[in-house]
Every structure is written in C-alpha cells, then in structure tokens.
C-alpha cells in the first residue's frame, strides 16, 4: 500500500515554481527524479525537495498540473503542509504574473507586500 500522498495545485508553469522555491530558501533538484518514500517506495518528480530524514516532497506533473507528492507522515518542513503550499503558491503566482505581463510589454511600476502577507502590484506598458 503506498504512504504517498498526492495533493493538488494550480501549479503549471516549472520554471516560475523553481524560481518561488529559490527565493523562499528551499533546496530542490530538478528531475526527473525520485521522490523517497516509506519502505523504499519512489515517485518521479520534475522537482524534488529532499528532507533529512531520508523522505522527500516533490512536484510531479500529473498532465494538468503540478501535483505535491510525499508522504505526509514524515513531513519535516517549518511550515505546515498548508503552510508550504501557500507559501509557495503565493511566490509562484507572483513570479507568473511578471513573467506572462513581461511577455506582452509590461512591467512592474510598484510592488508592496500586504499587512496579511498579499501582494499588491502596479504594472505599466508604454505604448508608442
């Protein structure tokens, strides 16, 4: 019986995840790589965070999405599964918004960081 847990995201673009992962100070390989789990089980994942313990999280592509995949009950992170997930979310999806603006001539004018931890963002595009 396999101990991974799979949990959804609105992850899709591997490039603005790895840069959200950096820029919180977590460690990952790119894979495709194994994902470690109870009694010598693996996963392949585009991108794996390996923990100490010897189990890892990772991010697999699922067709749709990117899909959190570990198991949960050796979860060693400072945050809270949730926690992670909005962490990295909320950086993913601030990474995504530049990324995609920038590609149709924006660019940030502004960016201020919220009380409850939103982002507020002013883009700009000069037009001729």
Not at 16 to 32: D, F, M, N, V
Request: net charge negative.
């Amino acid at each position: 019986m396999s101990h991974f847990s799979h949990i959804k995201t609105q992850i899709r673009n591997l490039t603005s995840l790895e840069t959200a992962l950096q820029e919180l100070g977590i460690s990952w390989k790119s894979g495709p790589q194994p994902v470690r789990g109870y009694g010598g089980q693996t996963r392949e994942a585009e991108v794996v965070i390996e923990q100490s313990n010897g189990y890892d999280i990772g991010f697999c592509w699922n067709g749709q999405e990117y899909e959190l995949v570990a198991d949960l009950q050796y979860w060693k992170q400072p945050w809270t599964v949730n926690g992670f997930l909005n962490q990295v979310t909320q950086r993913y999806a601030y990474h995504t918004v530049v990324s995609e603006s920038a590609k149709q001539g924006f660019q940030v004018a502004e960016q201020q960081k919220n009380e409850d931890g939103s982002m507020h963002l002013v883009l700009q595009r000069w037009s001729a």
